[in-house]
């Protein structure tokens, strides 16, 4: 791996492992434009998920950090150009497209090393979130922001309608561990593009892909001082000051519906307008006809591939009873041939779990699907030649109860529960039982069946025959508790504005 960034921690902190290419990222955060620690001085450990060793500090901010962060921005977006200047954001944001483009492989190796996820599978990592960043900068460029609707009939008479497009104010954004780079730019560009401040909160266990992130901001682009915030911590309650804080206006939130539910909560006192992307539990139906020796392989794939640590991964897998037995013989074949293993090899499609507890989350809830019947074909532990790093086997939960934890729960690691049904209604009834309704698949060789399912299932976004439904340009978001609002394309950019309705003469 070469890496053009020089490999020492930019403040104090181990330098590069070159032996596996770990290497621990920024320190510091950013507030009010400042690039600095906590008060106390106090810091708080990263672990590599690959070999259990720690690896680097960050800072541990404080209520009282946030408060400041959150002053810098209020003052930012009340009393600097930002709000208003719309060619000097985009200015801004393509530097920052051009000076992540020029770290990116500094933040691939930040991203592995804190997350653990296969070097092999850091496109959607690393190169996407890039790619967002250019697209969000010239997306709010050409937005009209002022928009003539014509002559109305009025109260009185008839007046002329103008919409006016403004950026909501300051912007909370708390993001969660498994896909932090992305996570970080996605709740964040297109806030500040919109003409938001924003505070971001990273999460505790991937915390470099925040402060990198505020570093260079700081260092290789014009943004101004309180702009952009970064303040990391190793406590819940710094993210929950966010939420609660009247100076902020909008929450944007992508992690747990637990959390989610805290965040609502602290924000209803001041009425804050949130966009929240939550957990998900969702369903693969796969029908009759469909080319299962195709559609299964990829769905094994998906579900190991970041360690089950995906929201939209479909972690039901619907079989028709007619072909049942076929089926499992193609997902045990395909869990058991995934290479589980060290992420820094570049033939590993499976790393480790994010840390211990997570896997031991994991481990519980195939124990508990276990005592309540379900069939384990494969897997189900520890891999016995990776004694070291959190790795857990690829696994297969079949005959699973729909009502149970394992199909209502959210694991978050790499298994799939298969449940097996009659009629095309009974997969619908299956797939949409459930609290979640974040994402799902059908597979069918007949596409218009497919479609036709896919129309049924009451989910945010739905992927017909391996056509994925997820980019930059298309809205994507949850139903029912997985989720309020879109992001990405146009509805993704409008959840950071207000609207403002003019009536007047014309
Ligand atoms: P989490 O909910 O535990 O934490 C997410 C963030 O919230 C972290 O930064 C954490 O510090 C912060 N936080 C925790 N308690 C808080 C509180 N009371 N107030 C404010 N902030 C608080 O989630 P996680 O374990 O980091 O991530 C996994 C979850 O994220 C899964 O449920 C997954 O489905 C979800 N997720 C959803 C999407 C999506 O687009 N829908 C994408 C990725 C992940």
Redesign the pocket.
């Known amino acids: 791996m070469t890496d053009t960034d020089t490999d020492t921690q930019t403040d104090t902190g181990p330098a590069a492992d070159a032996g596996t290419g770990i290497l621990a990222g920024e320190q510091r955060m950013l507030i009010d434009g400042e690039l600095r620690h906590t008060g106390s001085g106090a810091l708080f450990d990263v672990v590599h998920p690959g070999n259990e060793q720690v690896i680097g500090q960050a800072t541990d901010g404080t209520v009282a950090d946030m408060e400041q962060a959150i002053g810098a921005a209020r003052r930012a977006f009340d009393t600097g150009r930002w709000a208003t200047d719309v060619e000097f954001r985009h200015h801004c944001l393509m530097q920052l497209h051009a000076a992540l483009d020029r770290h990116k492989e500094r933040l691939r190796r930040i991203v592995v090393s804190e997350v653990g996820c296969p070097v092999s599978v850091t496109g959607s990592q690393v190169e996407d979130p890039i790619d967002e960043v250019r697209h969000w900068a010239q997306y709010g460029l050409d937005f009209a922001y002022l928009q003539d609707t014509g002559v109305h009939k009025a109260v009185m008479g008839t007046a002329r309608r103008t919409l006016q497009f403004d950026p909501v104010g300051v912007v909370g954004a708390?993001?969660?561990?498994?896909?932090p780079l992305y996570?970080n730019i996605a709740e964040s560009t297109p806030a500040l593009m919109a003409g938001n401040t924003v505070v971001l909160?990273?999460?505790?266990l991937t915390p470099w892909s925040g402060t990198e992130l505020g570093r260079i901001v700081a260092e290789e682009t014009d943004i101004p001082a309180g702009v952009f915030n970064v303040v990391c911590s190793n406590a819940?309650e710094v993210?929950?000051a966010?939420?609660a804080d009247p100076r902020v206006d909008m929450v944007t939130?992508?992690?747990?519906?637990?959390?989610g539910r805290?965040?609502l909560a602290?924000a209803a006192p001041t009425v804050k307008k949130t966009m929240m992307?939550?957990?998900?539990k969702s369903a693969h139906v796969v029908l009759d006809d469909a080319k299962l020796e195709k559609c299964l392989p990829m769905a094994a794939m998906v579900a190991c591939v970041m360690s089950g640590q995906a929201?939209i991964m479909a972690s039901r897998i619907l079989l028709p009873r007619s072909r049942y037995d076929e089926g499992i013989d193609i997902l045990r074949a395909a869990m058991e041939a995934t290479p589980v293993g060290d992420p820094w090899d570049p033939g590993v499609m499976q790393g480790p779990q994010i840390s211990e507890t997570q896997r031991q989350k994991v481990l519980g809830l195939v124990a508990s699907g276990i005592e309540s019947g379900a069939r384990l074909v494969t897997g189900g532990g520890i891999p016995e030649n990776l004694p070291v790093g959190y790795f857990t086997q690829p696994t297969l939960l079949a005959d699973v109860d729909p009502d149970s934890r394992i199909a209502q729960e959210?694991i978050?690691g790499p298994v799939l529960t298969v449940i097996p049904y009659d009629t095309d209604d009974e997969a619908v009834a299956i797939a949409n039982n459930s609290i979640y309704g974040?994402s799902g698949e059908v597979s069918s060789a007949d596409p218009d069946r497919a479609f036709g399912i896919a129309r049924r299932l009451r989910t945010g976004n739905v992927t017909v025959n391996g056509r994925s439904h997820f980019g930059i340009t298309s809205p994507f978001g949850?139903t029912k508790q997985?989720?309020l609002g879109r992001r990405n394309g146009d509805e993704g950019f409008r959840e950071y504005l207000e609207l403002k309705t003019i009536g007047h003469p014309g």
Do not use: M, R
């Open positions: 708390i993001t969660p561990w498994n896909v996570l909160k990273p999460a505790q819940n993210g929950a966010l939420s939130f992508t992690g747990s519906t637990a959390t805290a965040i602290a992307e939550l957990g998900g929201c959210e978050f974040l949850g997985s989720g």
